[in-house]
């Protein structure tokens, strides 16, 4: 876990999310080679890119990843590529226990960042891997194995307002096949 990962540009990003409000579509999940919305699985809306902030944020993930990789035990890890996404999850948004990669998948690393301000607007949103839970804050970010069970616990957002929900990037760094 980082803190302050992208310091004065975290509000810059976040008003870049808040202005696509529009083009957020609903979250999908895998199901075989096909992607489609499973709400018993997974609620929330996601953005495909994060536009002028996508190459400085892989790069601002580039910059950490020998750190990173050798604390997750990755020794000699060179990455391929990066997926990122904007996640916005708002009252009753969730994502049920699920993993990252299988065995056809070169995601290797997952990573979840914590866009919203603080205080944020939001209750829940917690991030549980294995035993560990992380609280959502603000400016930090969160590396863990795409194979490890994972699940984003259930947000409440009480006025319903798409400015308050927990927004996150996520996404996965890949492995050379």
Partial sequence: MLGKFLGG?????????????????????????????????????ILDTLGEFEAPFRERLRMNLDGVASGLGYVGFTAASIEAQITASNDGDYFRLHQDSG????REITFVYFLHGEPHAF??????????????????IVFFPSGEV???LPV???GRSFRDSRFTVNGWIHRKR
């Fill in 156 to 158: 409440c957002v009480p």
């Fill in 9 to 45: 540009d975290r509000q810059t990003l976040l008003d870049y999310a808040l202005s696509e409000e529009r083009n957020f579509r609903a979250a999908t999940v895998s199901l075989g080679t096909t992607r489609t919305v499973v709400e018993g699985v997974r609620r929330a809306k």
């Fill in 150 to 152: 994972h699940e984003v």
């Fill in 123 to 140: 209750s829940g949103g917690e991030l549980r891997v294995r035993s560990a839970t992380v609280a959502p804050l603000g400016d930090t």
């Fill in 103 to 106: 065995p056809d998948s070169t």
